[in-house]
Nanobody
Framework: QVQLVESGGGLVQPGGSLRLSCAAS????????MSWYRQPPGKERELVAA????????NYADSVKGRFTISRDNAKNTLYLQMNSLKPDDTGVYYC?????????WGQGTQVTVSS
């Protein structure tokens, strides 16, 4: 079955960096478009970044452009999100996601808190 397991979240000061990872299994990772979403406290889940199966096409929410980088290692079936220059508004639970057919699959999420 499809499994997505996020890791790498934590508490960081404004201006700091974190790298999130998402270990994928149960499907053909290399052909799957992958995304990172986040859910800030009290708000709806929102798309942060997405990447094509080969990793050649990426797109980002305007709020993270120039600060976050999405990447993938298809040999390791792992998705990454490098987050730099973090701001308090980046606080939330971060989820990796893939769409297969009509079904969205989500990991359990990893908490990112940006605070001094």
């Amino acid at each position: 079955q499809v499994q997505l397991v996020e890791s790498g979240g934590g508490l960081v000061q404004p201006g700091g960096s974190l790298r999130l990872s998402c270990a994928a299994s149960g499907f053909t990772f290399i052909t799957s478009h992958m995304s990172w979403y986040r859910q800030p406290p009290g708000k709806e889940r929102e798309l942060v970044a997405a990447i094509s199966g080969a990793g050649t096409i990426t797109n980002y929410a305007d709020s993270v452009k120039g600060r976050f980088t999405i990447s993938r290692d298809n040999a390791k079936n792992t998705l990454y999100l490098q987050m730099n220059s973090l701001k308090p508004d980046d606080t939330g639970v971060y989820y990796c996601n893939t769409l297969m057919g009509r079904n969205y699959y989500w990991g359990q999420g990893t908490q990112v808190t940006v605070s001094s």
